[in-house]
């Protein structure tokens, strides 16, 4: 595995920060909606294109939504016990490997013996595939068929994006502080937009001189200091407690401290009433 995905890691550094985790799950059986058909001609158990979209057991296989910080994409090898193998996928010429867009990928692999034990060279083609696979869902564009110049472009789209996102989140800030006049803004938030506006200028000068690694860098720095300032935790308790929950916490304080104060103002302010209506009548006669 590491010889396979190391060093499209390592060309994709640059891009992106990614990590790599495994897990294994031993008798995994498939989802009760998944009933593959035996095929006398081609000798093996084959799956329809439309039962490929619940292929995935989220029932009895616990995949880890997420691992780390970001999203996390998933990369399935599934063997299938001796009951169901060889098992193909219809119309797949082969490759028993389909997508999963905005999830991951799946390859079923049907080993070449009855060995319980996988060697390096018989996951080497399943994890081609999920090179290939990667690529895809991370929006690599399929021409040239040079591949330097294609994570090229997928840095320039990148940055782009982080930039354009840093800037939505700053607007979004930005409404969010004139929507909530009362709304107080911690140092480290002032901090954060500053350094955001900075790295943001930064990059849109590296844009225009062409420098696309240095707009990157900076983008990234732009986009992840704008997400601090916007889920500052001390500001976000305040986005959701609104003026009516404010007199609802008070009133019931505030209520046994007023009701004295109305009726001592009162008795204090009766005598004064009583006496300028007197003295009205007194002018009348």
Same mark, same amino acid.
């Given at each position: ?56 057991? +989220? $029932?009895?296989?616990? !995949? @880890?939504? =997420?691992?780390?910080? *970001? ?5 399935? %090898?599934?063997? #299938? ?77 990148? +940055? $782009?994006?982080?930039? !354009? @996102?840093? =800037?939505?989140?700053? *607007? ?5 502080? %004139?929507?909530? #006049? ?104």
């Amino acid at each position: 595995m590491s010889s396979t995905f190391e060093p499209l890691i390592q060309a994709l550094s640059s891009i992106s920060n990614l990590t790599i985790d495994t897990q294994v799950q031993p008798y995994a059986t498939l989802a009760p909606s998944i009933q593959p058909t035996f095929s006398t001609e081609q000798n093996s158990w084959t799956l329809s294109r439309a039962q490929l979209g619940g292929f995935i057991n +989220a $029932a009895e296989w616990p !995949l @880890s939504p =997420s691992i780390g910080s *970001g999203p996390t994409v998933h990369f399935i %090898l599934y063997v #299938p016990g001796p009951s169901l193998a060889p098992l193909t996928v219809d119309g797949s010429e082969g490759t028993n490997a389909w997508l999963i867009p905005q999830w991951g990928g799946v390859v079923i692999h049907n080993p070449a013996t009855s060995s319980h034990h996988l060697t390096a060279a018989d996951l080497h083609a399943p994890f081609l595939t999920f090179s290939h696979q990667l690529l895809s869902l991370l929006g690599l564009p399929e021409h040239p068929a040079s591949l330097p110049i294609r994570l090229a472009t997928l840095s320039r789209v990148r +940055a $782009a994006s982080l930039f !354009l @996102s840093a =800037s939505s989140t700053l *607007g979004s800030l930005a409404r969010l502080t %004139l929507a909530l #006049p009362s709304i107080s803004i911690p140092n480290s938030v002032a901090d954060s937009v500053s350094l955001t506006i900075a790295h943001l200028e930064t990059s849109c000068a590296a844009f225009k001189k062409g420098d696309f690694e240095t707009a990157l860098h900076s983008a990234r720095i732009a986009e992840a200091a704008a997400e601090t300032a916007f889920f500052e935790r001390s500001m976000v308790g305040q986005v959701y407690f609104p003026d009516e929950h404010k007199v609802a916490v008070y009133l019931p304080l505030l209520g046994p401290v007023a009701v004295p104060l109305v009726l001592a103002a009162i008795k204090e302010l009766k005598p004064l009433v009583l006496g300028w209506v007197d003295r009205s009548r007194r002018v009348r006669l």
